[in-house]
């Protein structure tokens, strides 16, 4: 695959858009092909008050994640600043996402399992506890939002999956549909995205508490641009290890290449751990923006959450662990 890599410092500015100084992913893609892509005359609008899951919210607190220490970022930025290549290459998705059909909604459940299985996503509401935590969330990109997600435990769907013990990670895998999504759709000179956009975790990470399944935020089913129907949450990574729209988990004993790591192994490492001391290799990671606000404060390793998860790391220090 042919990668063009950009040099932070032949950036522009860009003044209108702040949130967009540090994002250059997106002139990587233009050299990769991807190109501009137009989102205006997408239809297929969600209609409020329909979501068949909207009597779940709000769930209740878990007061373990009841306060991340930073003001919650409002649901307006949240939901319009957003990472979802598959429906362009801008921050502002959310219109183009009201594409995104989320019923029916079937996650496929396959790979080292006893029993292979399908499961609509309504079902697995059934089976899981919903619970709301406060957590904060942090992009390799260097900027920061603070989430009231709802959702439930992933290792509570890794119980459900039955792994044998052959698996020793778990893929999760977003909807591949490129008449859905604009973003999918083959460039036509050539080149291109890898889709779907795939993520990996161990199965140690998996079955930490601090993995999460989202399938809400803010006291209501997760939005589109954010992810919608179900997507997973690593508060401790930055945010490209968390897929969103999954409809597929693949429990592997071959460690998974993520979508970003595919495109650009140099840059985007299987582990992805934050870490305020292993710069990116076109820009610092030393500090975030607090999306919303002029703020700008330190990072911290694993992004504040070592409590939860410097363990799972001790024994791998031999191992890329921060890019
Ligand atoms: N998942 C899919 N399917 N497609 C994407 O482009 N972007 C990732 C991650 N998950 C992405 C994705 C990146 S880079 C980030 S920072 C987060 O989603 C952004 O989540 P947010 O838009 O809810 O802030």
Known sequence: MLIKTIHGWE??????????????????????????????????KAEAGVDPSAKYYPATKNPKFADAGREITGEKLNTSYNNFYEFGTSKRISKGAQALKIRP??????GEVEEPFTIGFDDLLKKVMLEERIVRHRCVEAWAMTVPWTGFPLKALVALAAPKNTAKYVQFQTFHDPEMAPGQ??????????????????????????????????GKPVANSMGAPLRLHCPWKYGFKSAKSINRITFTSKRPVGFWENIQAAEYGFWANVNPEVPHPRWSQAQERILGTDDKVPSKLFNGYGEFVADLYKDLQGEVLYR
């Open 11 to 44: 950036l522009p500015e860009r003044a209108a858009t702040p949130e967009d100084v540090f994002i250059n992913r997106r002139e990587l893609l233009a050299g990769l092909g991807a190109g501009s892509i137009g989102l205006g005359l997408l239809s297929g």
């Open 105 to 110: 909604w079937e996650i496929k459940i396959d």
């Open 185 to 218: 759709k083959p460039p036509l000179f050539g080149g291109g995205l890898p889709w779907p956009y795939t993520e990996g975790l161990t199965m140690a990470e998996a079955t930490n508490d601090l993995a999460f399944m989202v399938t809400g935020a803010y």
